[in-house]
């Protein structure tokens, strides 16, 4: 069973920035990929953005140009630079972590962390 620890979160004015982090616990041979999602209030949860193990990555339409996924293989951590930030912005945010062992896929979340985009 892999470990999640997120950090990073917070209430920030729009157009700040944030950063936030997750590093995941296991073998770097077992990570397939990480990434960023996202739950507003009444709304279902989204992508925000993605990056595998050997640097592809996908982003939300919404985060293209503001937002910069990057991952440290040492640390089995990746981070998401927000910048440009705006109240739609605001969300919990989930890590997402995913092994991929002998063909077997297993999804690891993290607990949320909040993000509040407001003046």
């Known amino acids: 069973q892999a470990q999640i620890v997120e950090s990073g979160g917070g209430l920030v004015q729009p157009g700040g920035s944030l950063r936030l982090s997750c590093a995941t616990s296991?073998?770097?041979?077992?990570?397939?990929?990480m990434g960023w999602y996202r739950q507003a209030p009444g709304k279902q949860r989204e992508l925000v953005a993605f990056?595998?193990?050997?640097?592809?990555?996908n982003y939300a339409d919404s985060a293209k140009g503001r937002f910069t996924i990057s991952r440290d293989n040492a640390k089995n951590t990746v981070y998401l630079q927000m910048n440009s930030l705006k109240p739609e912005d605001t969300a919990v945010y989930y890590c997402?972590?995913?092994?991929?062992?002998?063909?077997?896929?297993?999804?690891?979340w993290g607990q949320g962390t909040q993000v509040t985009v407001s003046s």
């Open positions: 997402n972590a995913v092994h991929l062992v002998a063909g077997t896929r297993s999804d690891y």
């Open positions: 296991g073998s770097i041979f077992s990570i397939y990929g």
């Open positions: 990056i595998t193990m050997v640097g592809s990555t």
